[in-house]
């Protein structure tokens, strides 16, 4: 056994070291006894949420500084340590970092505790764990739609104190979906992450790393963007993936290049709900937003993709696709 897993066992055999009742402000103390940051800590559900602003978090060229990533690195320290040494029932954790100079601008990590106890007992390698880590750089969501709306404010010259109560009562509510966690003006946004909702934008993310990085999907196609959603609609639940993925070659078999984009999502798709063994869904509906095309595939499908290798093949012919 790995010694850090044996630590780990050996710790939480000892009771938890991050009682639920005092979470929050002991994560506090920590950040700060440690490693001199100032944090703020939010426990939503079984989800919880770090912020910490970093000085200097972008350089010239807007990507995240060296210093920046050893913060943040600590900060995912801390929280994996928090989460497997807790009473509190957490699943997910997120972390969120600005620059304090540019606010506007977010990186928002997400973890699913399962996966940082599989990386711990190394059931999982490196590469699976990276994969399995949401990831985003973007608009802080929450400073978006505040300027907007502050836009209209200033040109109707509504009073400071009347804009706080419209903002309060008409746009500020917890998201609705993952990538509208934020933090902004010293509130968090965030939700109670669901395990259905995790995987779809894993999928999604998988896509933007697989199409780039598999030599033969790289050279076929152009990934351009990937949103992954996780419905419930009428008893019935499903992923959803959006995406908009350019054809890269010019062929007249256009229907061989797009059957090969199909497959490869397809693949990822699987890959996903093998790896968590997860079974709660009823299909999968892919969106091709560059061809406004929809298609569902049923989840049996999903399941057979590795016992049949000629499935692709077969829904083609069906008319499927």
């Known amino acids: 056994m790995p010694l850090v897993a044996a630590c780990v066992l050996f710790l939480s055999s000892c009771g938890p070291t991050y009682p639920k009742e005092k979470l929050p ?6 950040c700060k006894d440690e490693y001199k940051m100032d944090v703020d800590v939010s426990v939503d559900g079984s989800t919880l949420g770090i912020y910490c602003p970093i000085k200097g978090l972008l350089d010239v060229s807007m990507g ?5 990533w050893d913060q943040i690195s600590n900060l995912i320290l801390i929280a994996s340590r928090v989460v497997l040494s807790t009473d509190a029932k957490i699943n997910f954790y997120i972390v969120i970092t600005q620059d304090e100079r540019l606010p506007e601008m977010q990186i928002v990590i997400i973890k699913y505790v399962e996966d940082v106890k599989q990386g711990m007992f190394r059931y999982i390698g490196r590469d699976e764990s990276f994969k399995r880590t949401l990831f985003s750089m973007n608009l802080t969501p929450q400073a978006r739609k505040e ?3 502050e836009k209209v404010f200033d040109r109707l010259g509504v009073e400071e104190q009347v804009r706080e109560s419209v903002l309060s009562e008409f746009f500020r509510s917890s ?3 993952l990538s509208d966690i934020g933090y902004w ?15 779809s934008a894993q999928i999604a993310n998988r896509m933007r790393i697989d199409f780039k990085n598999d030599k033969t999907l790289d ?11 996780f419905l419930r609609e009428k008893n019935k639940k499903a992923f959803q993936i959006k995406y908009k993925i350019y054809n890269q070659i010019q062929t007249d078999d256009k229907k061989r290049l797009n059957n090969d984009k199909v497959k490869g999502i397809l693949q990822i798709v699987y890959d996903v709900v093998d790896g968590y063994k997860f079974k709660e869904f009823d299909f999968v509906e892919l969106e091709d937003q560059l061809e406004n095309s929809k298609v569902n595939v049923p989840s049996d499908e999903i ?3 590795k016992k ?3 499935l692709l093949d077969d829904m083609m012919d069906t008319g499927l696709f």
């Open 185 to 199: 003006r010293g509130h968090f946004y965030i939700k109670d992450v669901e395990v259905g909702e995790f995987l």
């Open 219 to 229: 050279e076929e196609f152009k990934f351009d963007s990937a949103e992954g959603l």
């Open 64 to 68: 995240i500084s060296e210093e920046a």
């Open 147 to 149: 300027r907007s709306v």
């Open 308 to 310: 049949r290798k000629k």
């Open 303 to 305: 399941w057979s993709f």
């Open 175 to 177: 998201p609705s979906k």
């Open 25 to 30: 402000e002991t994560i506090k103390k920590v």
